[in-house]
DNA sequence: CTGTTAGCGCTTTCAG
DNA sequence: CTGAAAGCGCTAACAG
């Protein structure tokens, strides 16, 4: 049974009031705030934050929800809000909807019914619906990475498309005609990406067959597959395009477990999301790098000004996202 | 403002009781059920987990805290229980130490304020300490991965040492002598993980030179940086034992970038912690992988038959790892 | 089955 | 600066 802000006040003689004052940063007599940091430490007293948060209806903590924890880009995200918003002083609630909408709309809730100051999410579904409950609640969310129609809250990313369109200009450069790509066409990041491709290979007037678009879900296991195929073609395509981390691993490994087929000397690789991976690997990949750091930083300042009372219009955020080299394209003739 | 248990009393003209009781599974009639249901919708109400939680003092949320949310094991580890878990109904909250133990403290009390039922942590202190404010408050602790002297709580495992030793055991048998180790000294799991080699060492009657010994951090960098003092010896280790995920990412990183060296002609590597590495390197790597799903199901197993008051003994559960094939390691002569 | 009443532990006026 | 009192939204006896 821990002792209560009552159980002090026996034992001090002071008021409720002055307890509770001087707890919340108050100013109170130096023999009092003697007496009362003696009763703290003696009788263990910790304020009980859900008394607390009943009525202050803050809690101070921020609700964090990523479409899955085992994916690199959000464990990496997850790290850099926590040190910041701990940094603050906001505890954090973080929730996995493990690629489910249906689990992303009970986050959403149960975050709710935990009182969140705001939550940042990274989201699976790409209707806005199950944000409705937190709009209703008037609690901030501010959206990392993808984005929806009618969001209408904030949203920090990149301009996957134009990132998507200058990483294939490269491969484009380096003469490769035939492109492909391995992207998800589940997600809002995925179908941007793939925009990106269109443009790029259209603004080279250079056209692909079916065959080396891989629209599929985000998922090493697609990655996987997918390289397979592409490699079986008898019209093999000489650099390939994948959309995100996990897609990059599967075709990665693809190639690896083809004897017959090297990277970079029989196919050009470009992935996305760099998490150490091209370091481990060989050849050195060329990937597109997002600024999971400044992200996050920029995630938790816009909702900070939210939840302290900013009401302007929404805003879509677009950071600089950039193409670490390596040496897994190869230039053609 | 959301709406309260009273509006909805206010709407019904039922009394609280008879709202709250209903909203708990409780019978109700059923003219009132359908006043109640309308109410409800129409206020679109929801329970405040917050009141509740304060008189109940359940709130059927389970904290857990990992070491580092960016390491692979504990992204893996935390999407098995969140699965489990939120199929039973509980909430979860989760929170990253950072490698930091203050930081973990902190976390402790903080998921006391939040009155969790109860918590699973894969610990990065190796003393006991910081998990005295839960015990006080009586909320169950089931440790995972790691444990310690004195923690006087569930810890769900595998047995590191055996497993390491069997793991360089496998080394010996392939005729390798020279068999260095970069691991970790400051957790539990690094320092069992040594006593194994050391052990299969013994037994095998080989002593190798200090050189060969890197104890160190668990990180990458350190995985990288010992490996290429290894490759710098002029007695050169034939094989190399790495005991977690982030050093054998920094270890093999360190032999890819050294031309001259491949493996396994010139280094055989074993490698500790699967999480797909295993697919996307080249050569495929050995590795000891541990039973994440299992560990997880086990975990929550354990803090459940806590949670709803078994108070026997602490259990030190070890669980099965098993070595995965690869070709990373060479048979000598 | 339903309603009344008394809190859970804390903050917050408002006097003093 | 301090204290008395009210109340946050809900549940838990206990009567009725």
Partial sequence: MPATIRDISKETGLSLATISKYLNGGNVLPENRVKIEAAVKELH???NEIARSLVTKKTRTIGVVVYNVECAFNGSFLHYVNSILSEKGYGLLICDSS???RKEAENIKFLLNKKVDGMIVVPVSSNADFLKPAKHAEVPVV?????????????????NRETAMNAVTLLIKNN???????????????IERYKGYRDALNQAGLSVPASYQKKGIHAMEYGYESMKQLLKLKDRPTAVFMTNYELTLGAVMAVNESPSFNCPEHISLLGFDDMILSHVIQPRMYMVVQPVKE???????????????????????NMKSHLKRGNS???LA
């Fill in 45 to 47: 007293y910790e304020v």
């Fill in 99 to 101: 690629n489910s909408e």
């Fill in 143 to 159: 959206l990392v990475d993808r984005t929806m129609k009618n969001a209408d809250c904030d949203c920090i990313k990149i301009d």
């Fill in 176 to 190: 490769h005609k035939k492109i492909a790509i391995i992207c998800s066409a589940k997600e809002y990041t995925g």
């Fill in 295 to 317: 992200m996050g930083e920029k995630a938790v300042e816009q909702l900070l000004k939210r939840i302290n009372g900013n009401h302007e219009d929404s805003l879509e955020i």
């Fill in 329 to 331: 394209i190869r230039s």
